[in-house]
């Protein structure tokens, strides 16, 4: 397949190296390559199969809007934009692209939020998230904190669930979801030790969504994989 890797990052040229190990062509741009997703024309996206954005929330959003705009395939790894995601799903339908987006695209963490889900079934507890980044990470708190928060609150409305974000060095992301009782603590954490978890779960979702349209969420469609 043909793959196009908008954002030259350390996440973006981790996804880069994946797709070529598992045998795609890859063509990758950086922001002064792609300014205000001015090579994002229907004529450069013909041929290819997906692309894939790690970028920043402002471009991220001008990337989807070109490439849905021209009914291509767009699989998003940046997050802090989801204000537009009803306007993203819109342009997907209408003009037959593909739009796939989530938080966190670990297999690792997609187990963490189901096994969220089964936490916040008990009641009786309190509830809180922490979450630690590297210090160049611009949204805080992190998107995959906001989906544990919003997992949780989907299970019992209307409870308060308290994020703490710290950004330190260079760290690849760790996540702690903790219920305390009078009795006792149950704590549910992912540490992610490379980005590669998360790189190689973009590659797969690359790979899924080629030839398709519509819109999803990774958690709804990774056991598909």
């Given amino acids: ?14 996804v880069a190296e994946i797709a070529l190990d598992r045998g795609h062509a890859i063509c990758a741009l950086d922001i002064h390559e792609n300014q205000n997703a001015s090579a994002l024309t229907p004529a450069n996206l013909a ?7 790690f970028t920043a929330p402002e471009a991220a959003v001008e990337n989807m809007s070109a490439v849905l705009s021209a009914g291509g395939r767009i699989v998003v790894g940046t997050t802090g934009w989801y204000e537009h995601l009803t306007a993203m799903k819109s342009l997907a339908q209408q003009h037959k692209g593909a739009l796939l987006f989530g938080t966190n695209f670990s297999i690792g963490v997609q187990k963490l939020f189901r096994l969220t889900a089964q936490l916040a079934q008990l009641h009786g507890y ?19 904190a906001i989906t544990l928060r919003e997992i949780i609150q989907s299970e019992q409305p209307g409870i308060e669930v308290p994020i703490a974000s710290r950004r330190v060095g260079d760290a ?9 009782s009078d009795v006792d603590t149950i704590e549910l954490h992912h ?5 590669r978890g998360f ?10 969504i080629a030839g ?5 969420e990774f958690r709804e469609i990774y056991d598909q994989l």
């Fill in 1 to 14: 397949m043909q793959f196009l890797i908008l954002g030259k990052g350390k996440t973006g040229s981790l």
């Fill in 47 to 53: 041929g290819v199969d997906a692309v894939i954005d």
């Fill in 199 to 208: 790189a190689l779960g973009a590659v797969r979702a690359a790979e899924w």
């Fill in 126 to 144: 309190t509830y809180s998230i922490a979450e630690t980044h590297h210090v160049s990470k611009l949204d805080a708190p992190s998107g995959t």
């Fill in 191 to 195: 540490d992610a030790h490379s980005r």
């Fill in 172 to 180: 690849k992301g760790e996540h702690i979801v903790t219920a305390m």
């Fill in 212 to 216: 398709k349209s519509g819109s999803w």
